[in-house]
């Protein structure tokens, strides 16, 4: 259908957002996507006001009342099929001997794309904020996180994430199933590490690899360098 639509004369030009460009554009060569006279490929935007990730680990967790001492590992956003929250909780199910690690589940879980149920996994150790969440306390949450799971199925493949980009500013690595572009782009970049896609096993695993081993990421600057935000990106679009 976008196919089709785009060939039409109104449109000038069109844009495609990635968080990794470079694969986005083989992928759409490679499978004869789109007319390429007319598009654009650009790096996903930061559409969040970056005043909000000025704050302290210690003070958003202090404000979001969390528990200073534990490792935090979180999940934030949609709660779609696709993005696999129902994954996350049964890697978490794996970890209920960790008692030092709090699990957090944050998006509007109402405008779920299926039948999720935080009831379902009430016997967990785990913390669910069941709200829309505004930009200032989706900060909050990142800020005071450990580690953030984009534990996505492989229906994401070849897709992009709003959230990658928040966890950069917040400067909180990110783990990301072994599909493209997420698998290349933490790897080229040095902000997160993979796990096997869809497996709750290896998504436990490494989540407690990651937390036992205390490694250290350094790309976080360095790929927000890359990234235009919002406003500009509008002036551009509308010169």
């Given at each position: 259908?976008?196919?089709?639509?785009?060939?039409?004369?109104?449109?000038?030009?069109?844009?495609?957002?990635?968080?990794?460009?470079?694969?986005?554009?083989?992928?759409?060569?490679?499978?004869?996507?789109?007319?390429?006279?007319?598009?654009?490929?650009?790096?996903?935007?930061?559409?969040?006001?970056?005043?909000?990730?000025?704050?302290?680990?210690?003070?958003?967790?202090?404000?979001?009342?969390?528990?200073?001492?534990?490792?935090?590992?979180?999940?934030?956003?949609g709660f779609d099929y696709s993005k696999g929250p129902d994954i996350?909780?049964?890697?978490?199910?794996?970890?209920?001997?960790?008692?030092?690690?709090?699990?957090?589940?944050?998006?509007?879980?109402?405008?779920?794309?299926?039948?999720?149920?935080?009831?379902?996994?009430?016997?967990?150790?785990?913390?669910?904020?069941?709200?829309?969440?505004?930009?200032?306390?989706?900060?909050?949450?990142?800020?005071?996180?450990?580690?953030?799971?984009?534990?996505?199925?492989?229906?994401?493949?070849?897709?992009?994430?709003?959230?990658?980009?928040?966890?950069?500013?917040?400067?909180?690595?990110?783990?990301?199933?072994?599909?493209?572009?997420?698998?290349?782009?933490?790897?080229?970049?040095?902000?997160?590490?993979?796990?096997?896609?869809?497996?709750?096993?290896?998504?436990?695993?490494?989540?407690?690899?990651?937390?036992?081993?205390?490694?250290?990421?350094?790309?976080?600057?360095?790929?927000?360098?890359?990234?235009?935000?919002?406003d500009l990106r509008i002036k551009q679009f509308l010169s």
């Amino acid at each position: 259908y976008f196919d089709e639509l785009v060939k039409l004369h109104c449109i000038s030009n069109f844009s495609i957002v990635s968080i990794n460009p470079e694969i986005t554009k083989t992928y759409i060569q490679e499978n004869n996507f789109f007319e390429t006279s007319k598009m654009q490929l650009l790096h996903d935007p930061i559409y969040d006001d970056k005043s909000h990730y000025k704050l302290t680990k210690h003070r958003c967790r202090k404000l979001l009342n969390l528990n200073k001492d534990k490792k935090i590992v979180l999940y934030i956003g949609g709660f779609d099929y696709s993005k696999g929250p129902d994954i996350f909780c049964g890697a978490i199910e794996l970890l209920q001997e960790e008692k030092n690690i709090q699990f957090i589940l944050a998006g509007n879980m109402t405008a779920s794309s299926f039948d999720f149920d935080k009831n379902k996994y009430s016997g967990l150790s785990v913390l669910f904020d069941d709200r829309y969440l505004e930009e200032e306390l989706i900060a909050q949450y990142l800020i005071s996180s450990d580690l953030v799971v984009l534990p996505y199925r492989k229906y994401y493949e070849n897709s992009t994430s709003g959230v990658l980009v928040q966890s950069c500013l917040a400067k909180v690595p990110v783990l990301v199933p072994d599909i493209s572009p997420f698998k290349q782009t933490v790897e080229k970049e040095e902000i997160g590490l993979t796990f096997e896609c869809e497996s709750e096993k290896s998504l436990s695993n490494e989540i407690l690899n990651y937390l036992s081993s205390g490694k250290l990421f350094s790309g976080f600057e360095r790929y927000l360098l890359k990234i235009e935000d919002w406003d500009l990106r509008i002036k551009q679009f509308l010169s």
